[in-house]
């Protein structure tokens, strides 16, 4: 396929089945076995399949707790069979998510997707989402600046 189809593809995930809630568009774009590999900076990368059932339903987890959720596609780049988009979802907290009960709060959410797309379908994807950020603004972490200056205090103080 050319990188316009694969593209297009790709945008079909943001646009259709994420914003549009078009959840049906799954079973067209995604490969039946569908593998994922979620990049998470906590722990080690967690490989999953994720074929249109399993994303319907992850879909249905983030709506359940930000029904508002919406994401913007900021760049959308492609070489070969890989499309790479980073994209920044917008959504109020108004139900349960994670098991943290609903706070009310605008949560920002940047996101990092490479999608290897073959025949037509998304093969394959490495996910980044900056988890870390979404916690911080449920203040569930502490802001990176009051870590980093508690680090560099530490780090003084073992010197001496």
Known sequence: MSLEANKTIARRFIEELWNERKLEVANDILASDCITHQLRSWQDTMTMPRGPEIIKRHIAEWLTGFPDMRFAIEQVVAEGDRVM???VGRGTHLGSWLGIPATGKVITIQTFIIQRIA?????????LTDFLGVFQQFGIVRPTSEILAEACKEAASASQ
């Open 119 to 127: 025949d037509g379908h998304i093969e394959e994807d490495w996910v």
């Open 85 to 87: 988009m980073q994209c």
